[in-house]
């Protein structure tokens, strides 16, 4: 039986059109159908076609707001599913100036699903550490002074079901970036504040304002580089 389950999932994503559109959702934004048909270059009723597949396989849920209707990933541990499987793709040898800038973009700082990933995302993991905003003696705990921290930032704290922290393995830098509700909140403000930007697909830019806000969470952006 898990033979059977493992061969559905990889059918899942062995269409072509079905794993673009699951790359592209892994910017953790809601997108239309006619957004996921516009990435994968296919038509909108194929797309539909393919968002249906993914819903019934539990890849993707619909949102519905007002009259508009969003496809967006149904659960962060599909996509890290995604994420860990897209890493045999991005291994591939780059050819191109274009490809070539994209890669090192992406390296240095993406999001992974709803969190920062890459350079920036494991030194903001190692910087949280080594300040003391995170202990990690008995696994991942925000500690009292990184909840201040992190509410001067205007970084929400929330308890619910998802845990605050965890560590999620950085295909591109071999070491742990941080995971959880902390993490998707301060993607979350540092986009709001403009200390980031989106640079394309996935690719996450690093603006002036993100000098104070990324030293008081331990990282020195200058010490990693353009």
Do not use: N
Request: aromatic fraction near 4%.
């Amino acid at each position: 039986m898990e033979t059977i389950a493992l061969a559905e999932v990889a059918a899942v994503l062995a269409d072509p059109s079905r794993a673009t559109m699951c790359l592209a959702l892994l910017d953790g934004r809601a997108w239309t159908v006619g957004e996921l048909a516009k990435a994968a270059g296919i038509a909108l009723s194929t797309a539909s076609e393919h968002v249906t597949r993914l819903a019934d396989a539990g890849f993707v849920a619909r949102v519905k707001q007002g009259r508009a209707s969003y496809v967006r990933i149904a659960d962060p541990r599909v996509a890290e599913l995604i994420e860990h499987l897209a890493q045999h793709a991005e291994h591939r040898p780059v050819t191109g100036l274009k490809a070539s800038l994209r890669v090192k973009r992406l390296g240095f700082a993406r999001t992974c699903y709803d969190h920062l990933a890459g350079v920036l995302g494991v030194a903001v993991r190692d910087g949280m550490l080594a300040t003391g905003l995170v202990d990690a003696a008995d696994g991942l705990t925000l500690t009292r002074r990184g909840r201040a921290v992190l509410a001067d930032l205007g970084v929400p704290v929330a308890a619910g079901r998802r845990p605050l922290l965890r560590d999620c393995l950085d295909w591109t830098e071999r070491r742990d970036h941080l995971a959880g509700a902390v993490p998707a909140a301060l993607l979350d403000r540092a986009v709001d504040a403009g200390w980031v930007g989106r640079d394309g697909h996935r690719a996450v830019k690093v603006l002036p304002a993100a000098a104070g806000p990324f030293a008081a969470l331990g990282v020195d952006l200058d010490a990693l580089g353009p």
